[in-house]
């Protein structure tokens, strides 16, 4: 059962590990960097850095995913790679600090054309849902074991180097991850069934998530989550060190209980998504976090915020390792690199909104409106996913089409029985025809050009 199993994934994830733990060496880098250049503004020019990276996330994301369906996705994820280790290689070349602002833009453009094409490859490689299920188990604990131990590496690190070698230590994890991707074969995604446009393709990843009502009860569960980790990543040394008068050791380990949370969940969830389905769980995590930010309004000693925040991690677990799972069941394969683009796009939003409201709440009032405030949130946001997903869910779903004139790049299936003047071309070949209306039908329901409204009844 286990997805390491697979050569193809097997080198796949360790491309992703040895690249997530260059990105955590560099992001230290950066801020010593930024003390170098700017001294006591540092934060400032750190904060700004942060933010273009949420901006390129959000902004390039959605792009690269409408035309990925155009592209070879190993040269793809190589291209990006490569670029990633070029940006981050002139780093420490800089003497300006818009210099800064420009290459964290462009790296973290580069990342988000390659974060979610890589994601969307792997439920491709793995078709068994356990296998792919254990994937996104082992991703999240990918990402949390990064978080912890990024900051250590760093430290042992720079007793013998300059954080100036971080950045080429990011460099080199880049094209290793790149020579990785080389040495597998990557299944080529079918012949995209979409109308041409720049606009459309764009937009199509986006337009789809928001018709799906499962997504969109993920995308609140996702506002929930970043509400309770902006407060965790933001406001746990302030907690710590004013409220607690801890050290430096005991804000460490506060960080360490959040993600012990997330890395329990993260473990004990595929066996449990092997007999029950995942909303349940992903609501109870909605839950969890909404209430462990209220919990932190009581919070007066360490070990009540070490508990807190385990609570914390276990409900961020409980909704993003399951994430993927929502994202494949509600896409074809041609359409996959959209959707899973629409979803880092969009969660990423909810961290660009939540990310500031948590510092200037805890700055200019004190640490307990924040908690207030985005506990208010994160149950709001749980609440709507309540509402918007609705508890029967079957992946198949009873439909008629309506009657429909469009052209676009097609086959002749199930859905395109029509007859030809002889100019049309072989097959595939695009030209304007006719959908009649049909009889109701049942099968796997997904938001395309075919089936562009979710069906009420």
Not at 154 to 160: G, M, R, T, W
């Amino acid at each position: 059962m286990s997805p390491l199993a697979d050569r193809t994934y097997r080198r796949l994830f360790t491309a992703q590990v040895i690249a997530l733990a260059g990105t955590g060496l560099s992001t230290i880098a950066l801020a010593l960097l930024a003390y170098d250049l700017a001294g006591r503004n540092a934060g400032a020019v750190l904060g700004t850095a942060l933010a273009l990276k949420m901006v390129a996330y959000v902004g390039i994301a959605p792009i690269v995913g409408g035309f990925a369906h155009r592209l070879p996705r190993r040269r793809l994820l190589i291209a990006l790679d490569i670029a990633r280790a070029g940006f981050v290689i002139c780093l420490p070349f800089v003497t300006e600090i818009w210099q800064i602002y420009i290459l964290i833009f462009l790296l973290n453009a580069c990342s988000a054309g390659f974060t979610p094409t890589f994601q969307a490859t792997i439920p491709d490689i793995l078709p068994d849902e356990a296998q792919y299920t254990r994937a996104l188990s082992l991703s999240r604990l990918a990402y949390d074991l990064e978080n912890l131990l990024s900051p250590m590496l760093a430290a042992a690190a720079l007793v013998l180097i300059s954080y100036d070698a971080l950045f080429a230590a990011n460099g080199a994890a880049f094209l290793v991850s790149a020579l990785l991707v080389f040495s597998v074969s990557l299944p080529s995604p079918k012949q995209q069934e979409r109308v041409a446009g720049v606009w459309h393709n764009m937009t199509f990843g986006i337009r789809a998530y928001l018709k799906t009502p499962r997504l969109r009860g993920l995308l609140a569960l996702s506002l929930a989550v970043s509400a309770a980790g902006a407060m965790v990543i933001v406001n746990t040394a302030v907690f710590v060190h004013d409220r607690l008068g801890g050290s430096e050791s005991e804000v460490a380990l506060v960080f360490a209980a959040a993600g012990g949370g997330s890395m329990a969940a993260a473990l004990l969830l595929p066996r449990l998504l092997d007999k029950l389905p995942d909303r349940p769980f992903m609501l109870a995590g909605g839950a969890l976090l909404g209430c462990g930010l209220l919990l932190g309004l009581a919070v007066h000693g360490f070990l009540i915020l070490l508990m807190v925040w385990f609570v914390l991690g276990v409900g961020s677990s409980l909704v993003q390792t399951p994430a993927g799972r929502l994202l494949r069941r509600s896409s074809h394969e041609e359409g996959r690199p959209a959707i899973y683009a629409a979803q880092f796009a969009l969660s990423h939003a909810c961290w660009l909104i939540t990310y500031p409201l948590a510092g200037w709440l805890g700055s200019a009032f004190d640490l307990s409106a924040a908690f207030a405030v985005l506990a208010l949130i994160a149950l709001v946001a749980t609440a709507t996913a309540l509402a918007q997903w609705p508890a029967h869910d079957p992946a198949e779903l009873e439909h008629m089409h309506p009657t429909l004139e469009h052209e676009h790049v097609h086959a002749h299936e199930e859905h395109h029985q029509h007859s030809h003047e002889g100019w049309e071309g072989s097959e595939p070949h695009s030209h304007p025809h006719r959908h009649a209306s049909s009889v109701r039908h049942s099968h796997p329901y997904v938001i395309d050009l075919h089936h562009p409204v979710w069906p009420n009844d």
